[in-house]
């Protein structure tokens, strides 16, 4: 392995047989997929067999760092976990910061692999290249910070890193995220999965430093990489004061702020309730990540009201989910809802948009009283959204119809409620009305993870950042090319490295592939020039694509709800707009043009040999019918 950058090492730990063996990271694999997404990616694609139930033994977790993790580059602590997703049924990629990525490279290794299933609840330890399997009986039913003390309590080691999952991984929530001192890696019900395995949590603490195979040249690409954020006229100025609440003010000045499960975007736009001015009112302090300057976590206090004492650090995408998406204005109801998710392992983003569905199907009659035991759902009532998060966590009454997102409830429920869904792929829209941002909503369609913004964000119509050149955000024309740069550059920069991706949209966006292979190459001593670095990008998103595939998806499956491709927006400075099927067709076909895919959104064999993919090549030759050459 290299001289730097990575501990060399993976953990392989089976659950069924408590037992765990290394294995060394074989260069190929590094030069190929980098670390983070990338490694969790190829490891799931090559191990986890077609046809493998999310939830079934056969699914593997996988925890990723990558050569940045630990090292003194700014804004890395970062990792990807990485399952067969049980809300899509395709590849589940989330991503995490906070001390747990860092401290797991200093524990001794580069990724972990946790396959199969204990027979009773169990948490690892992992200690300087030490495993062991602790019962967890007594922590099963807790509460993630509580878990998270009586771990290190029990370690008599206040150190010790703790990534955990709530009562809703438990409950086997779709939505269920796994939570690390309170930064989660979310989306795609990856909590359920290391529920399924009877897995409480993953604890690790170690003393070995990440080497530099180039220190010298390590420090002059970090120097410049940190001067780039100081010039920079948002991520000191703005985004280290405000984090991405100020996206509120943002988005609702777009018209793209989604209102009442989308119905009323750009009619309702609470700037001053919800906005930066909202935020700034209830600010406590502010959080950094391991080696981080920027420190963009918020802390919010309530202090006083129904809510008073709840403490919490909401994202512009939680303030949107429980905020708009529900109708509600009242910041200290949704401080409250953030601070439940985390304790309790929910994602905020699935689990708002489906309270916000539910409201919506309440108020249309489609569900009663009856169903909702009572509780008034409808829009802008904050104590029934609270109430209803721990009913989801706990699986009680509606909230057990809730509990794995909106695709399934409406399979359930009936009554033409699927036309009310808001999902890509049965991820949950975040929030950015797509109908007002075309290059954003035709990445959420095509991306491998479903409706996620954070694969392929488009900086450049949310922020008007003229990188790699300035966009018409209504227009179609030309996004299917915008895209896939957006996509490519994305994965390799912040889900491969990994870094944190607001430092791609403000710091770094022009020379983004080139501060990566400057700090991967001086890291590792394995030589990477910008366009190979964004080859490993564009390789990791065919390699994702592939796996879908396989799994059953299509072009069908690369569209959007009912209410983008048919209401036009009724208000605000994206009124009149929407993507007709017929406009979603053309970005389509350009945008698997570009992909060097087929009019199917297949990779073509010509494509994946020249990105040197024979394991790709081999699996679509075992999907039946499938024509690709």
């Not at 659950?15 to 060394?24: G, K, V």
């Not at 967890?136 to 890193?161: H, P, Y």
């Not at 119905?263 to 609470?270: I, V």
């Not at 909202?278 to 918020?298: A, F, L």
Request: charged share 25%; proline share 5%; glycine share 12%.
């Amino acid at each position: 392995m290299s001289a730097g950058g990575y501990t060399g090492k993976v953990l392989r730990v089976n659950l069924t047989h408590q037992s765990y063996c290394e294995e060394p990271l074989k260069q190929e694999i590094a030069r190929q997929y980098l670390g983070g997404a990338g490694f969790g990616l190829k490891y799931l694609f090559d191990e986890v067999p077609m046809g493998t139930g999310a939830l079934e033994e056969g699914n593997k977790l996988i925890f990723a760092t990558g050569p940045l993790t630990g090292t003194k580059a700014p804004c890395a602590s970062r990792m990807s976990v990485a399952a067969k997703s049980p809300l899509t049924g395709g590849a589940g990629v989330a991503l995490s910061g906070g001390y747990f990525p860092a401290e797991l490279k200093f524990a001794g290794y580069d990724l972990i692999i946790i396959e199969g299933k204990s027979p009773k609840p169990v948490y690892l330890y992992i200690r300087n290249g030490m495993v062991s399997f602790r019962p967890a009986a007594k922590l099963w039913g807790m509460k993630t910070s509580d878990c998270e003390r009586v771990i290190k309590n029990d370690l008599r080691n206040q150190n010790v890193r703790v990534a955990c999952i709530g009562p809703a991984g438990e409950q086997l929530s779709y939505m269920a995220a796994i939570i690390n001192e309170r930064h989660a890696a979310g989306r795609k019900g990856l909590g359920a999965v290391m529920g399924s395995k009877n897995l409480k949590a993953v604890a690790v603490w170690g003393e070995n430093e990440v080497a530099l195979a180039d220190k010298g040249a390590f420090d002059n690409a970090r120097r410049r990489m940190l001067q780039a954020m100081k010039e920079s006229p948002v991520v000191y100025p703005k985004f280290s004061r405000h984090g991405t609440p100020m996206t509120v003010d943002v988005t609702c000045g777009l018209g793209i702020f989604p209102a009442a499960n989308w119905s009323r975007t750009g009619e309702w736009e609470p700037i001053e309730p919800l906005g930066m001015e909202g935020n700034n009112k209830r600010k406590s302090g502010k959080e950094y990540c391991y080696n981080c300057p920027v420190g963009c976590t918020q802390n919010k206090l309530v202090r006083n009201g129904r809510y008073a004492g709840y403490l919490s650090a909401p994202e512009f995408e939680t303030i949107y989910s429980f905020g708009g998406q529900t109708g509600v204005d009242n910041l200290d109801s949704i401080i409250a809802a953030d601070y439940l998710c985390d304790e309790l392992g929910l994602d905020t983003i699935s689990t708002g948009v489906t309270i916000g569905f539910a409201m919506e199907l309440f108020e249309k009659g489609i569900l009663t009283k009856k169903e909702t035991d009572g509780v008034e759902l409808c829009f802008g009532n904050h104590v029934a959204m609270v109430e209803m998060i721990k009913k989801i966590a706990f699986r009680e009454g509606l909230g057990d119809i809730l509990a794995d997102g909106t695709r399934v409830a409406a399979s359930k429920i009936g009554k033409g409620a699927e036309k009310y869904c808001m999902h890509i792929k049965g991820l949950e829209l975040p929030g950015y009305d797509v109908r007002g941002a075309k290059a954003h909503g035709l990445s959420m369609a095509t991306t491998y993870t479903g409706a996620d913004h954070n694969r392929g964000y488009a900086f450049q119509e949310i922020f008007g950042v003229p990188v790699p050149y300035p966009v018409d955000r209504f227009e179609a024309e030309g996004k299917g090319k915008l895209t896939k740069w957006n996509q490519d550059m994305r994965a390799v920069t912040c889900d491969c490295a990994p870094m944190c991706a607001f430092l791609m949209d403000m710091a770094v966006p022009q020379i983004a592939a080139e501060n990566t292979s400057d700090l991967v190459s001086a890291a590792t001593g394995i030589s990477f020039t910008p366009e190979e670095i964004y080859l490993v990008g564009e390789r990791l998103n065919n390699l994702a694509r592939v796996f879908n595939i396989r799994e059953g998806m299509r072009r069908k499956d690369d569209t959007f709800p009912e209410r983008i491709l048919t209401e036009p927006l009724k208000a605000g400075n994206s009124k009149g707009q929407y993507i007709s099927r017929q406009e979603l067709d053309r970005m389509l076909d350009e945008y698997y043009r570009e992909r060097g895919w087929t009019s199917e959104g297949v990779p073509t064999r010509k494509k994946l040999e020249s990105l040197g993919m024979p394991e790709a090549i081999k699996s679509l030759e075992e999907v039946g019918g499938l024509n690709f050459d």
